[in-house]
């Protein structure tokens, strides 16, 4: 129950982050591939 609820939080401010910082959130999505497939060299 207490592992929900701190999801749950956990949740609400990660989509509160991705709100405020939607450019930086743009930008990431567009390298994490790119840095997937460094580590995967």
Do not use: C, K
Not at 9 to 27: E, I, N
């Amino acid at each position: 129950m207490i592992l929900f609820f701190l999801t749950a939080f956990g949740l609400g401010w990660l989509f509160q982050l991705l709100a405020v910082y939607s450019p930086f959130w743009l930008a990431a999505t567009m390298w994490t591939p790119a840095l997937g497939a460094l580590l995967e060299l």
